[in-house]
Each structure stands twice: as structure tokens, then as C-alpha cells.
């Protein structure tokens, strides 16, 4: 079953800050966090491990909250660079991640 | 730089064709997955390998098969094209576990006519 991202759409003015919300069903190892811009690949953020660590991408964070199966993105001071979809997937384990249905983001100047 | 390229950016069949879409990375990863990309559906898996000529459904295999036979090269075969097959197709590879970032192929936009 698919992890289920929040909110599905974000619109931010630069230098505003957003958090985006990834909840799974199931126990969690691990969470990745993805960024893609239009017309391109998805490009890895972070990975963040059961434990509950931190982890942090220039002026992006994220959070892995196990007991609640639940992740969550920091955007903050956003740049027009942050403009894409953002996608956590979630691994229980094994070698295969299931992805959500993905967060776009739009930052205006 | 790693690099994973797809053998087409577009690409366009009939219905009922038989359609093969090639993936290639040049990082000696193990694994390799297929995936399909639709609007507010996420990227959903197919299929992935984590071996020369191993095999695992993802979650949406039917109406797809793969094939593994190098470590650097892993295809999806649609055996019999449909429309509802129109999608964008990313390959991804990475070293074994889960530990470790995915890397992206750009995708091949394929249209069933």
C-alpha cells in the first residue's frame, strides 16, 4: 500500500517555509525523500533510517517519527529552486521502496 | 557520475505491439527496478532485479514482463500493448539494500494508439 503524502499541492512565496507530510501503514525502516523537476528524473534528498535521526539537504530537513510511521519534509527560507514534486518512499524492508503519490510544489517570487 | 540512461525519450505503438524498453547503468549496481509514473499516483513499481537473471514483481506487474541477462542492462516487455499502458516508464538502480539513494533514469513516454 502506497504511502499517503500531504498536502498534495503547496504554492509558496520565496522565502516562505512549507512541510510536507508522508504517513505509512505499515512499520518503516526506512524513508527516502525525492525531488523532481519537470520534464526530468527524480533526484535523491535524503535518506532518513528507523531511529528517529534527522537529516538535512542545504536548507531542507526531515524528520522519521517510527512509532507513528510518519515523515516529514522541511522547506525552509524556500528558493525558486525548491519548484517540483516531492515524493517520500517508504521501505519495511528488503530491497524495494514504495513511493507516495507525490507533493508539487510551487515557489513565486 | 553515475548514469542511468533509457533507450528512448518517446516513444509511440499500437495497440497490440510488442514493446521492449531498455534500461542501462554504468554503476555495477545489483539492483534495478521499473517503474511507471501517472499524474497523483506517485511512481509505482513494476518489477525489479536484484540479480542477473532474478526477477520480483513489484506491485503492478501484470501486462509486463523483464528480463535480466547482464548486470548493467534490465528490460521491460510489453507483450501485448493497451492503451491503458500510456505512461511515463523510469528505470532506477541502486546498491543492494535500502539504505542507499535510487538513481533515475530521464524516462520514456510512451503512447498506446
Known amino acids: 500500500q502506497q504511502p499517503v503524502q500531504s498536502p498534495q499541492a503547496v504554492i509558496l512565496r520565496e522565502g516562505e517555509d512549507a512541510v510536507i507530510n508522508c504517513s505509512s501503514s505499515?512499520?518503516?525502516?526506512?524513508v527516502h525523500w525525492y525531488r523532481q523537476k519537470h520534464g526530468e528524473a527524480p533526484v535523491f534528498l535524503m535518506i532518513?533510517?528507523?531511529?528517529?535521526e534527522q537529516k538535512g539537504h542545504d536548507k531542507i530537513s526531515a524528520s522519521f517519527n517510527e512509532k507513528k510511521q510518519q515523515s516529514s519534509l522541511y522547506l525552509t527560507a524556500s528558493q525558486l529552486s525548491y519548484s517540483g514534486t516531492y515524493f517520500c518512499?517508504?521501505?519495511?524492508?528488503?530491497?524495494?521502496?514504495?513511493f507516495g503519490g507525490g507533493t508539487r510544489v510551487l515557489v513565486k517570487p | 557520475d553515475v548514469k542511468v540512461t533509457q533507450s528512448s525519450r518517446y516513444l509511440v505503438k499500437r495497440t497490440g505491439e510488442k514493446v521492449f524498453l531498455e534500461c542501462v547503468q554504468d554503476?555495477?549496481?545489483?539492483?534495478m527496478f521499473w517503474y511507471r509514473q501517472d499524474p497523483g499516483l506517485g511512481l509505482r513499481l513494476i518489477y525489479f532485479?536484484?540479480?542477473?537473471?532474478?526477477?520480483e514483481k513489484g506491485d503492478i506487474p501484470e501486462g509486463y514482463s523483464v528480463s535480466r541477462e547482464k548486470k548493467e542492462r534490465f528490460s521491460l516487455i510489453l507483450e501485448s500493448a493497451s492503451t491503458n499502458q500510456t505512461s511515463m516508464y523510469l528505470c532506477?538502480?541502486?546498491?543492494?539494500?535500502?539504505?542507499?539513494?535510487?538513481?533515475f533514469g530521464p524516462g520514456t513516454r510512451l503512447t498506446v494508439t
Open positions: 554503476m555495477d549496481h545489483e539492483n
Open positions: 532518513l533510517l528507523k531511529g528517529g
Open positions: 518512499g517508504t521501505s519495511a524492508a528488503g530491497n524495494k521502496l514504495t
Open positions: 505499515k512499520a518503516l525502516y526506512s
Open positions: 532506477a538502480s541502486t546498491t543492494s539494500g535500502t539504505v542507499y539513494e535510487q538513481y
Open positions: 532485479s536484484y540479480d542477473v537473471k532474478m526477477k
